[in-house]
């Protein structure tokens, strides 16, 4: 047993599209550089070949994208995914949102707990690097292009999908973040750097659910967002929180003194006390020599 308590670190993971963003990243990126409009059209032309190849629709998309900018000689390249992200609108008071929640922790916790801040989304993680909200993360889990020897993208080198997004999950609660590192050999909870109970989720809907499900079950904690004036986004969270797989919804407002920005506190509030109750329990083990 290690002399000192490691169970310090408290992770909140984000997806990104309709959580951070009111649109899919694509739709203020790419999309409008190769003629494409109605981002609808192109996710429902993206459905529909997934379902005529029988394949997976992360594939589908990030290939047909591909196709697209190659007919529309737009060059996708890194670098322009990168600059593109500039365009990207995101829901009130996001930008400053990972600086205040940062200040909170630290005014409230010292040294107690490390906050982390993490992405799991099946946009691109090429897109999400040249975000001004980028440097806040601890680590990005996204899918990718594989580039040739002139930068261009060819094909898909990592997708997530729903079900992958707990892939990632497991790696942030193991420690194992870099894909080349295994995550099936057994590690005992308490060898784990950040327990499940350590670990906030914030998602928008039935693609987050998995993770959610996953989360909960192991005793941490997620929150439902939708977007405002939206209906049938209320109604898919307000299921959600009847199923049990969230404890909270909230609009997607992250500006200070919002009720989402209450319930994210409330959490974390919570998460901290059982740390420093873990802590003291720890401690009289270390003592007593138990």
């Known amino acids: 047993m290690s002399d000192e308590f490691g169970h310090n670190v408290v992770a909140i ?14 739709e203020y990126t ?25 394949g997976e629709t992360i594939v589908a998309y990030m290939r047909l994208m ?9 060059p996708v390249t890194a670098e322009n995914l990168k600059e593109l992200a500039g365009r990207i609108n995101y829901f009130p008071g996001v930008e400053t949102y990972f600086g205040r929640i940062n200040n909170y922790v630290r005014q409230n ?43 261009a993208a060819t094909f898909p080198n990592v997708i997530v999908n729903d079900t992958l997004k707990t892939q990632f999950i497991f790696r942030i609660n193991k420690g194992k973040e870099n894909l ?12 784990r750097p950040i327990p499940f109970e ?3 989720y914030i998602g ?9 499900t996953v989360i909960r079950k192991n005793g941490g904690h997620a929150i439902a967002v939708y977007q405002p004036d939206e209906s049938h986004g209320q109604k898919t969270c307000c299921e959600l929180l009847k199923a049990g797989r969230v404890d909270f919804i909230a609009k997607a407002d992250y ?36």
């Not at 107690?112 to 090429?126: C, M, N, Q, V």
């Open 255 to 290: 500006e200070k003194d919002t009720e989402l920005d209450r319930f994210v506190k409330l959490l974390l509030d919570n998460i901290a006390q059982g740390i420093r109750y873990e802590k003291q329990r720890f401690s009289q083990s270390q003592k007593y020599r138990l």
């Open 198 to 200: 350590n670990i906030l």
């Open 66 to 74: 591909l196709e697209k900018s190659k007919a529309r000689q737009f």
């Open 109 to 151: 916790f010292g040294s107690d707990i490390e906050l982390r801040h993490y992405i799991i989304s099946a946009g691109l993680k090429e897109i999400i690097a040249g975000t001004v909200i980028a440097k806040h993360f601890y680590k990005v889990f996204a899918s990718q292009y594989y580039y040739d020897e002139y930068g």
């Open 180 to 191: 080349s590192e295994s995550i099936n050999l057994h590690m005992p909870l308490s060898a």
């Open 204 to 212: 928008d809907g039935l693609t987050d659910v998995p993770c959610m």
């Open 30 to 54: 790419v999309l409008p550089q190769i003629g494409i409009k109605d981002g609808n059209k192109f996710w429902e032309e993206v459905n529909a070949e997934a379902a005529r190849t029988n």
């Open 13 to 26: 993971v984000y997806d990104f599209d309709g959580t951070l963003t009111p649109l899919p990243m694509q």
